[in-house]
């Protein structure tokens, strides 16, 4: 069992850089596949960034080239490095970790919920 913890959401102007913080406990973090996601006021949640246990990343063509996500496993701790934030990035943002294991299935878990604002 996990347990996430967001950190690092707030107010940025446009342009501006912010840097998200998952920390997890209960359990090691090497095994599972990490991400972000985010969700709009009157949208659905979105994936914005993966990385797999392996060291595989993938981005939204919305975030490329300005988040980066990253994990170190012995913090047991994910990043999300958000830079040249734009004002449609304002979402909460959710920090993401899963694993399917055999028999038992998909073991995931979802972190609180951080807000980023973009405006000016």
């Known amino acids: 069992q996990l347990q996430l913890v967001e950190s690092g959401g707030g107010l940025v102007q446009p342009g501006g850089s912010l840097r998200l913080s998952c920390a997890t406990s209960?359990?090691?973090?090497?095994?599972?596949?990490t991400g972000w996601f985010r969700q709009a006021p009157g949208k659905e949640r979105e994936a914005v960034a993966t990385?797999?246990?392996?060291?595989?990343?993938n981005y939204a063509d919305s975030v490329k080239g300005r988040f980066t996500i990253s994990r170190d496993n012995a913090k047991n701790t994910v990043y999300l490095q958000m830079n040249s934030l734009k004002p449609e990035d304002t979402a909460v943002y959710y920090c993401?970790?899963?694993?399917?294991?055999?028999?038992?299935?998909?073991?995931?878990?979802w972190g609180q919920g951080t807000q980023v604002t973009v405006s000016s």
């Open positions: 209960g359990s090691t973090l090497e095994d599972y596949a």
């Open positions: 993401y970790v899963g694993v399917i294991r055999i028999p038992s299935g998909l073991d995931d878990y």
């Open positions: 990385l797999t246990s392996g060291g595989r990343t």
